[in-house]
């Protein structure tokens, strides 16, 4: 997702509600994301289709398309997943977003369409366990680490318009720009394909966790 960086770099955030950053921006409508990843979808797989792989890799050339074709699940309408098991967290990871992002179809737009483009081409050839694990952290960073703020232009100052999520974690918030070094420590933002695989995240154990929250 390294190309979301700059598209939504004026208008992000960082929350440092220990973790990471925040994206910010109005346009368009939800209709223009939508269509725009249905007509990215791949096309629907062949009659002749062999036996789903059990690990979504890459693979080269002509088997690779044979084997995505085979892997592709058309369920509902979702033309967009490799894996069945992804439907849940995907869909999950959509409702963060649609909450977190709300009417602000521009960022909830690039943060869906990177994240449907790493899951579709698989440049790391992660195995469908750690995708799932990925699609979690990605709902867990919208959910808790993005916060929708507004710019009153007389005055300079963001309006937050924190969610339910922030309220319960409990966590601090303070907006304080667009923080560019934390914001490449984010494995599924900061790779490009090609790279070798991303290490497992670390995850860090707070020892309290505060009430208070500043808007």
Same mark, same amino acid.
């Given at each position: ?8 770099r ?7 509600s220990?973790p990471?950053s925040?994206?910010? !921006?109005?346009?368009? &409508?939800? *209709? ?10 791949? %096309?629907? =797989? /062949?009659?002749?289709v062999s036996a789903?792989s059990s690990?979504?890799?890459?693979a080269?050339s002509?088997? !690779?398309?044979?084997? &995505?074709? *085979?892997?592709?699940?058309q ?6 997943? %490799?894996? =069945? /098991? ?5 869909r ?8 977190t ?21 698989? =440049? ?6 750690r995708?799932i ?7 867990d ?9 507004q710019?009153?232009p007389d ?6 318009? =924190?969610?339910?999520?922030?309220i319960?974690?409990g ?11 934390r ?8 790779r490009k394909p090609?790279?070798?695989?991303p ?7 707070s ?9």
């Amino acid at each position: 997702m390294a190309q979301l960086l700059p598209a939504v770099r004026s208008h992000a955030f960082v929350v440092l509600s220990r973790p990471l950053s925040s994206h910010r !921006r109005n346009f368009a &409508s939800a *209709a223009i994301s939508r269509n725009a990843l249905e007509r990215s979808a791949p %096309p629907p =797989p /062949s009659s002749a289709v062999s036996a789903p792989s059990s690990s979504c890799t890459a693979a080269p050339s002509g088997e !690779r398309e044979r084997e &995505s074709d *085979a892997c592709f699940a058309q369920k509902d309408g979702e033309k967009t997943l %490799p894996c =069945p /098991s992804l439907r849940r967290p995907y869909r999950d990871f959509l409702r963060a977003c649609a909450k977190t992002f709300g009417e602000d179809f521009e960022a909830r737009f690039h943060v869906t369409r990177q994240m449907t483009q790493m899951l579709r081409g698989n =440049p790391f050839r992660l195995p469908t366990d750690r995708l799932i694990r990925e699609l979690k952290d990605a709902s867990d960073f919208v959910r808790f680490h993005i916060v929708q703020a507004q710019l009153n232009p007389d005055t300079g100052a963001y309006r937050a318009t =924190p969610t339910d999520d922030h309220i319960r974690k409990g966590d601090v918030i303070e907006l304080s720009g667009y923080d560019a070094e934390r914001m490449q420590k984010l494995p599924w933002l900061s790779r490009k394909p090609g790279d070798s695989l991303p290490p497992e995240p670390t995850r860090e154990t707070s020892p309290r966790q505060s009430t208070e929250a500043k808007f």
